[in-house]
T-cell receptor, first 117, second 115 residues
Framework: AQKVTQAQTEISVVEKEDVTLDCVYE???????LFWYKQPPSGELVFLIR??????QNEISGRYSWNFQKSTSSFNFTITASQVVDSAVYFC??????????????FGKGTLLTVNP | EAGVVQSPRYKIIEKKQPVAFWCNPI?????LYWYRQNLGQGPELLIR????????DSQLPKDRFSAERLKGVDSTLKIQPAELGDSAVYLC?????????????FGPGTRLTVL
């Protein structure tokens, strides 16, 4: 079973539309972190947001907002008033302890967002 | 501040040939990671270094893959011999330390094509 599931493989929107990217995770840890990364066509993953398992307060940062719901193991990401430059692959990732002393970051398969002018 | 540097950006080789990738992490970052990203997938960890010590290499195919991080700074990932299934993007990342909450900073990757 996947630890991080991004059910949306591709999303296409028109500029200025709002778009929400879904992420569902699975873990046995009580303390863990969740991340969103953006991968533009250049290939470099860019860190966007981090949330720990004890902080369910949702946040808005500019055009980005996050909805973390522990009860449903979801960590969704919304872009308001999308722009062409938002076109990229977005990855949700889970950081949890891997049995021993290692902490491992597990990525979902990503969602390709295309924002059309 | 300079980001994570990787070279080469692209490499095309024939199967059974050796290949090496180089990574220079962000200055001051003690932890370095090598990931492999297959087409349409998220990155998967191959190996993690804390300074010069490989602390998690459980996902590294040790029969053909090797890595080193001399002096705890630059790192090299090698494949010998390469197989067709090794075609992927190899990403290097670094973080201040291995704390679970530290974000990882990624390089642009090396896209390997094995013919």
């Amino acid at each position: 079973a996947q630890k991080v599931t991004q059910a949306q493989t591709e999303i296409s929107v028109v500029e200025k539309e709002d778009v929400t990217l879904d992420c569902v995770y699975e873990t046995r840890d009580t303390t863990y972190y969740l991340f969103w990364y953006k991968q533009p066509p250049s290939g470099e993953l860019v860190f966007l947001i981090r949330r720990n398992s004890f902080d369910e307060q949702n946040e808005i940062s500019g055009r980005y907002s996050w909805n973390f719901q522990k009860s449903t193991s979801s960590f969704n990401f919304t872009i308001t008033a999308s722009q062409v430059v938002d076109s990229a692959v977005y990855f949700c990732a889970l950081s949890e302890q891997d049995g021993g002393s290692n902490y491992k970051l597990t990525f979902g398969k990503g969602t390709l967002l295309t924002v059309n002018p | 501040e300079a980001g994570v540097v990787q070279s080469p950006r692209y490499k095309i080789i024939e199967k059974k040939q050796p290949v090496a990738f180089w990574c220079n992490p962000i200055s001051g970052h003690n932890t370095l990671y090598w990931y492999r990203q297959n087409l349409g997938q998220g990155p998967e960890l191959l190996i993690r270094y804390e300074n010069e010590e490989a602390v998690d290499d459980s996902q590294l195919p040790k029969d053909r893959f090797s890595a080193e991080r001399l002096k705890g700074v630059d790192s090299t990932l090698k494949i010998q011999p390469a197989e067709l299934g090794d075609s992927a993007v190899y990403l290097c990342a670094s973080s201040l330390d291995a704390s679970r909450h530290n974000e990882q900073f990624f390089g642009p990757g090396t896209r390997l094509t094995v013919l």
